[in-house]
């Protein structure tokens, strides 16, 4: 299943299809195949999403956290907030620079970005504390709040960048992530408080700037969810590595002025 899979991924996105069991099985299997024991899935759930309601999350949670246990993983889910992009990056480079600035405790790091992680990184710790499948399901968040201390500390300390680097080094060499060569920031035309964001449209909207093929392209976004916002403010900057493909965007994003929604402030 697993060498397969970016091929059925391919053919289902071409086709619009979104197939839950395939989603499963996509995920599952590549655990199983890269030898994992206990296994963290993150379910953002929002309107624009890949899965859009609560109810929705608990049916696939339920499916993932059974097709595991049937391959004698310890898989838990953690159903989050998917109304936004987490971080400022949406592509490899600029994901890179999100991740980077977390890790290295910098004033500007993306505080989403920081907490989710100290999230997953808590959830995981409980989990591999676990002697069975049985206990990572039924007994994992007994010291929770214990092991979020515990990631907290490793990441201000430095020891979590420390280890970021000896992994990276042990794999080919750290390197760090550059920029492209072609940009355009994009503003806000009126003043107001952001109040939607269409997740499937800036994914697109990344898509058409090169991002993941072209590792430096994609988006920096520059508002939140709630942010007031005043005329000229920007909004993002689209990065791509080739000025056609940052035209392509620019096009997507004026034929789709819905992809973030600016409410007028009721004063």
């Known amino acids: 299943m697993s060498p397969i899979d970016d ?15 395939q989603l499963v099985a996509s995920v599952i299997s590549k655990k199983v195949a890269a030898g994992s024991t206990h296994v963290l899935i993150d ?3 929002g309107p624009s999403a890949k899965v859009r309601t609560h109810a929705a999350a608990e049916k696939l949670s339920h499916h993932l956290i059974a097709t595991g246990k049937a391959f004698d993983l310890c898989v838990e889910t953690i159903i989050t907030d998917g109304n936004q992009p987490v971080g400022r ?11 980077l600035a977390v890790l290295r ?5 993306p505080q989403d970005l920081s907490e989710r992680s100290l999230q997953l990184a808590a959830r995981l710790l409980n989990m591999a504390k676990a002697e069975t499948v ?10 929770l709040s214990a092991c979020y201390q515990q990631a907290k500390t490793t990441l201000i300390s430095g020891q979590a960048y420390d280890k970021f680097v000896e992994l990276c080094e042990a794999q080919g ?5 550059g920029y492209a060569d072609f940009t ?5 035309q009126e003043a107001g408080i952001v109040s939607y964001f269409n997740n499937r449209f800036i994914a697109k909207l990344a898509s058409l700037a090169g991002a993941p093929n072209a590792p430096l392209a994609g988006i920096n976004m520059h508002v939140r969810l709630g942010d007031k ?3 000229g403010q920007a909004l993002l900057t689209l990065h791509a590595q080739a000025q056609g493909e940052l035209e392509y965007a620019l096009q997507f994003y004026y034929s789709h002025p819905e992809a973030i929604q600016i409410n007028k402030e009721i004063l």
């Open 229 to 231: 916002v005043e005329k």
């Open 105 to 109: 405790n910098q004033k500007n790091a």
């Open 134 to 143: 049985e206990e990572g399901l039924s007994e994992g968040l007994n010291d």
């Open 173 to 177: 060499g750290f390197h760090e992530p």
């Open 43 to 45: 379910i953002p759930v």
């Open 184 to 188: 355009k920031t994009l503003y806000a």
């Open 89 to 99: 990056g949406i592509g490899p480079a600029l994901e890179a620079h999100d991740v």
């Open 7 to 21: 091929i059925i991924i391919r053919i289902e996105r071409a086709l619009d299809l979104d197939s839950e069991g």
